[in-house]
């Protein structure tokens, strides 16, 4: 198959994420691959230009070592709001193209604006569009002014794809109270990588490296640093922990780094608070085996209510506990007794981790988590998805 995905996210520099697995797996399944994206960053980034020129990335591979991936960019103008209005015409100008030379068997939309560009399109020439919904779209949107015409592009998509695919079970119900045709919406859950994330891989070097010793109790959260992400709350109830040993290891950027600066800087805990940045996706889970329990602080707002993190799977694989917020995605995913243990928001982890440690149960619960994901194969999860991909173009053209 010719499988083009579109997306209105970055997809060289943000983490990996289910989309990246799916499209390299599939490109070593013998399906040619491209991937129409946005820089998503830019306004955070010194521009040289107001205009930036369309570019295109030969053999990106974020996972997978001989995955073969084309992503291409469209130029914009690069002026707050005016930035919307020129992607809608050089991205549906890019979408024709690749229509035009690549001639899709079936469109991967996985965003808003370029799914509804691509429905549209897809419509005129007959190709199918499966809807791959990771989130609820319209809560990532941060100008509230544009909230409300997110949320009504976001429901024409759910309501004229071809098929939808969520990744869980709360994000189905979101997915169909949005207009998706529930006989065409699949769930289709993330999957792991149990070679590349298992509890054989050591962590010494890595707390060697940040300074943190073996006898430490490192409170670990990858991923991109959101204003909700409930770090900042978590880093200062760390404040108020006596014992030095417990350490808060942070790996990833984003918009609240600044913020966590500041707070490492104001309540003293330059020793206790390990902010890494961004690290690549080969040492993940390396990173991840340093720790002792992982973290999902996250507030139970709109944004992360129906939604299960990629990074929930990878933690569990490397028989890490995690203490998440009691989120409705999350909770109906891993339920309870998998290595998963709720807490009401951000400022009641540290005293949940402590729980933990005193009663002598990491590793216990890691060790449920662990046996939760081992069926959780990425080819088990593959397969399900190109079989919903064949029977969209099966079913368009019968229709």
């Known amino acids: 198959m010719n499988i083009l995905f579109t997306q209105d996210t970055d997809w060289i520099k943000r983490n990996p994420g289910q989309q990246h697995h799916l499209a390299e797996e599939l490109s070593l399944r013998g399906h040619n691959i491209r991937v129409i994206d946005y820089d998503i960053t830019w306004r955070t980034q010194r521009v040289q230009s107001l205009v930036s020129r369309r570019a295109t990335f030969h053999g990106v591979s974020k996972t997978m070592d001989n995955a073969n991936v084309t992503v291409t960019r469209p130029g914009i103008l690069r002026v707050p709001y ?62 509230r002014m544009l909230k409300h015409c997110a949320r009504f592009l976001e429901s024409y998509n ?6 939808t695919v969520v990744i869980n079970e709360k994000l189905k119900e979101y997915a169909i109270r949005m207009g998706a045709r529930p006989d065409d919406t699949y769930v289709v859950r ?65 918009d609240a780094y600044p913020d966590l600066e500041r707070i490492v800087v104001r309540y003293g805990l330059q020793k206790r608070v390990i902010l890494a940045g961004k690290q690549p ?3 993940i889970p390396s990173l991840i085996a340093s720790a002792d329990i992982c973290l999902l602080p996250a507030y139970n707002n709109e944004t992360m209510r129906d939604i299960v993190p990629i990074k929930m799977y ?86």
Request: charged letters at 30%; a negative charge; glycine letters at 10%.
């Open 281 to 283: 996706y080969k040492d």
């Open 158 to 163: 759910f309501r004229n794809a071809d098929k």
């Open 82 to 143: 005016v930035d919307y209005v020129s992607m809608y015409f050089t991205y549906a100008s890019e979408i024709k193209r690749q229509v035009n030379e690549f001639n899709p068997d079936v469109i991967v939309a996985q965003s808003i604006l370029t799914n509804f560009l691509s429905i549209r399109l897809a419509r005129t020439r007959r190709i199918p569009v499966v809807f791959h919904a990771l989130e609820a779209q319209y809560t990532m949107v941060p100008e």
């Open 190 to 254: 993330a999957g792991v990588d149990l070679g590349r994330y298992n509890s054989t891989t050591g962590g010494s070097e890595i707390r060697r490296k940040y300074g943190m010793d073996e006898d430490d109790i490192i409170l670990f959260f990858m991923g991109w640093l959101y204003h909700f992400s409930g770090l900042k709350e978590v880093a200062k109830e760390l404040s108020g922990i006596e014992d030095p040993r417990v350490k808060l290891f942070i790996v990833g950027e984003g």
């Open 314 to 399: 990878e933690y569990l694989a490397m028989g890490k506990p995690v203490i998440s917020t009691n989120l409705p995605g999350v909770r109906e995913e891993f339920g309870e007794d998998h290595g998963v243990l709720y807490v009401g928001g951000p400022t009641e982890v540290t005293n949940k981790a402590m729980n933990l440690v005193r009663d002598g149960k990491v590793e216990a619960e890691g060790i449920k988590g662990r046996r939760f994901v081992e069926g959780k194969s990425w080819d088990k999860v593959v397969k399900e998805f190109e079989d919903i991909l064949n029977l969209a173009i099966i079913a368009n053209q019968e229709s």
